[in-house]
């Protein structure tokens, strides 16, 4: 916004004098009658009559001034109200998390920051990792906490922050459960409860077979891990679950290779956002700096 000409006419009605006005301001007289011209043109009114080598204000001019004044404190309580929430980590903070990361993991990141930055409005949004991946790439959402892509976008900004294994398990009582050394061959005649094939760590899990030439006998699919676990717990079929959602109902599979399949838990922000004070205080909190 322009404020110029508004400035400068308030130092002709404080001084008097086109000549006054110049010296406040520190430029010319020609500038200062020129910003009073403009003036003039937008508002379509005479705001100063010249008499002889003096100018006298119009009514027009005295009815505007309160006005000029007041637009410009309130441009001015409104820079500094800019400035201040672009320096200091408050107004509302929308970020979103997947289901098991928001259980078992980011409570103890959430809670330390509400407690540090108190005036931060944070807004947390349970969606699955895909969904959030997408969210944060369109910009409808500063930054996500979700399971990483075996692939990364190359218009985001990634951060791995938690490591989280993946393990072959199955029921209590299933047969797989008292069987040793089983190769992923026969693991794949065997039913699997996954989640949904574009999820990523249905691909993780997927790509694994892939290299062998082989595919699960997936019987269902669900997304929720939670539901998984249930599911597997109750004997309906085997499935790959990180270590925090293995419990006394189920038991890892005794694999024949050597099978490391590795997720990894953090955070993608989207580098073309405006970064707020609060976005930041966040990203500073887990030491990211980029």
């Known amino acids: ?164 294994p993946l393990y072959f398990v199955t029921g209590t009582l299933s047969p797989l459960a008292q069987k040793s050394k089983v190769s992923l061959l026969q693991l794949a005649h065997y039913p699997a409860i996954l989640p949904a094939a574009n999820t990523f760590t249905s691909q993780i899990t997927l790509a694994e077979f892939a290299k062998h030439n082989l595919r699960p006998y997936a019987t269902m699919s669900t997304n929720p891990l939670e539901s998984i676990r249930m599911l597997v717990s109750v004997g309906l079929g085997w499935s790959v679950l990180p270590e925090t959602l293995i419990n006394q109902d189920l038991i890892k599979i005794d694999m024949a290779e050597n099978i490391e399949l590795q997720r990894h838990l953090g955070l993608v922000t989207n580098p073309n956002l405006t970064r707020s004070a609060s976005m930041q205080a966040l990203l500073s909190m887990l030491s990211i700096d980029d």
């Open 1 to 164: 916004m322009n404020t110029t000409n508004l400035a400068t006419f308030v130092a002709v009605m404080q001084t008097g004098s086109i000549s006054g006005a110049a010296e406040k301001l520190y430029i010319t007289q020609p500038a200062v009658s020129k910003r009073i011209k403009n003036l003039e043109d937008e508002f379509g009114t005479v705001l100063f009559d010249t008499v002889g080598r003096s100018i006298i204000p119009t009514a027009a001019a005295h009815d505007l001034l309160p006005f000029v004044r007041r637009w410009l404190d309130d441009y001015e309580a409104c820079k500094a109200s800019l400035q201040h929430a672009k320096e200091v980590a408050s107004g509302r903070l929308v970020i979103g998390t997947s289901h098991h990361i928001g259980l078992h993991h980011l409570a103890p990141v959430l809670k330390r920051f509400i407690q540090t930055y108190p005036a931060v409005q944070l807004e947390v949004r349970f969606v699955d990792s895909e969904e959030a991946h997408k969210a944060v790439l369109e910009g409808e959402i500063s930054l996500a906490f979700l399971t990483l892509p075996p692939t990364y976008d190359r218009r985001l900004n990634y951060h791995t922050l938690w490591s989280d």
